[in-house]
T-cell receptor, first 115, second 108 residues
């Protein structure tokens, strides 16, 4: 079956503009995660959705970042008033459930460049 | 807070040589440990997890709670092993906490 998909694959935006990044998880997966991969910084957790529970937003770096998950499926990560330090690859992952025994499947990422 | 440390950003070995990618973690409880791999132009994927005690593509990793380490080892490296490797831990239902990664290059 299809894996996790993300769109767009690349996004170039001007500083100060808002951007929306989309993630389509694997069908039936209840858990969805957003991570950020910055050059030399490794992978940084941003936000996590599990079913109908309130999302864990503890990794969001500022209030310019927000995310929603509609109908327990597709998720959108929104960055308002983008800054150059937001430039990174944004990865989405989904898993069947959230426990440690469930593998997270990653999407190909969206490369965001803020000029 | 939990933390994962991968001390080597870059590691080069010759084909056929043993390879060890180091990973240390800080967490007082019993986390679940994983190794993820990202080959060139491919997406991040799970390589192995300590709870499975498995060997994948010749790689093994043993959890040493005394040393809080989860080093990844392979006795004979192959050129196709060249990739970025991330060690990660998970506590219960929470998100993965990743190390900063080690870029492995296997030279011919």
């Amino acid at each position: 079956g299809a894996g996790v998909s993300q769109s767009p694959s690349n996004k170039v935006t001007e500083k100060g503009k808002d951007v929306e990044l989309r993630c389509d998880p694997i069908s039936g997966h209840t858990a969805l995660y957003w991570y950020r991969q910055s050059l030399g910084q490794g992978l940084e957790f941003l936000i996590y959705f599990q079913g109908n529970s309130a999302p864990d937003k503890s990794g969001l770096p500022s209030d310019r970042f927000s995310a929603e998950r509609t109908g327990g499926s597709v998720s959108t990560l929104t960055i308002q008033r983008t800054q150059q330090e937001d430039s990174a690859v944004y990865l989405c992952a989904s898993s069947l459930n959230s426990g440690p025994y469930y593998e997270q499947y990653f999407g190909p990422g969206t490369r965001l460049t803020v000029t | 807070a939990q933390r994962v440390t991968q001390p080597e950003k870059l590691l080069s070995v010759f084909k056929g040589a043993p390879v060890e990618l180091k990973c240390n973690y800080s967490y007082s409880g019993s986390p679940e440990l994983f190794w993820y791999v990202q080959y060139s132009r491919q997406r991040l994927q799970l390589l192995l997890r300590h709870i499975s005690r498995e060997s994948i593509k010749g790689f093994t990793a043993d959890l040493n709670k005394g040393e809080t380490s989860f080093h990844l080892k392979k006795p004979f490296a192959q050129e196709e092993d060249s990739a970025m490797y991330y060690c990660a831990l998970k506590i219960g239902a929470r998100q993965l906490t990743f190390g900063s990664g080690t870029q492995l290059t296997v030279l011919p």
